[in-house]
C-alpha cells in the first residue's frame, strides 16, 4: 500500500508559477512511475506529466516547456514546477504511482486545489 499526500496548491495569477509536492509513504525509488493527473469541473482527469523508472519523462502538449516534474528519491517526494501558468490550468491536481511496470494497480493522492485568475 503506498499512501500519498499532495500539497502546493492555491491561487495564482495568469504567468504566476507555483510547485506541488506529493510526499510518499514508501520509499519511491522502488515505484515504477510517478506521475501527475489534473481535473477541472465538467472534464475528465487527464495525465499533465509523468516520469518513470530511467528518470524518462513524457508530459501532455498543453504543459510542455511551462511544466517540470521531478522526484527527490532522498525525500521520497515527487515534484511538479508549473511556469507561466494559463487559466486553463485550474484544476484540483492529483498525484499517481504505479509501482511496478507489470501491474494494473494505481494509487492516487487525494488532491490539491490549483486555480489560476486575476
Known amino acids: 500500500q503506498v499512501q500519498l499526500a499532495e500539497s502546493g496548491g492555491g491561487l495564482v495569477q495568469p504567468g504566476g508559477s507555483l510547485r506541488l509536492s506529493c510526499a510518499a509513504s514508501?520509499?519511491?525509488?522502488?515505484?515504477?512511475?510517478m506521475g501527475w493527473y489534473r481535473q477541472a469541473p465538467g472534464n475528465q482527469r487527464e495525465l499533465v506529466a509523468r516520469?518513470?523508472?530511467?528518470?524518462?519523462?513524457n508530459y501532455a502538449d498543453s504543459v510542455k516547456d511551462r511544466f517540470t516534474i521531478s522526484r527527490d528519491n532522498a525525500k521520497n517526494t515527487l515534484y511538479l514546477q508549473m511556469n507561466s501558468l494559463k487559466p486553463e490550468d485550474t484544476a484540483v491536481y492529483y498525484c499517481?504511482?504505479?509501482?511496478?511496470?507489470?501491474?494494473?494497480?494505481?494509487?492516487w493522492g487525494q488532491g490539491t486545489q490549483v486555480t489560476v485568475s486575476s
Open positions: 514508501v520509499s519511491i525509488s522502488s515505484i515504477y512511475a
Open positions: 516520469i518513470s523508472s530511467g528518470d524518462r519523462t
Open positions: 499517481n504511482a504505479q509501482p511496478r511496470l507489470i501491474t494494473t494497480i494505481r494509487y
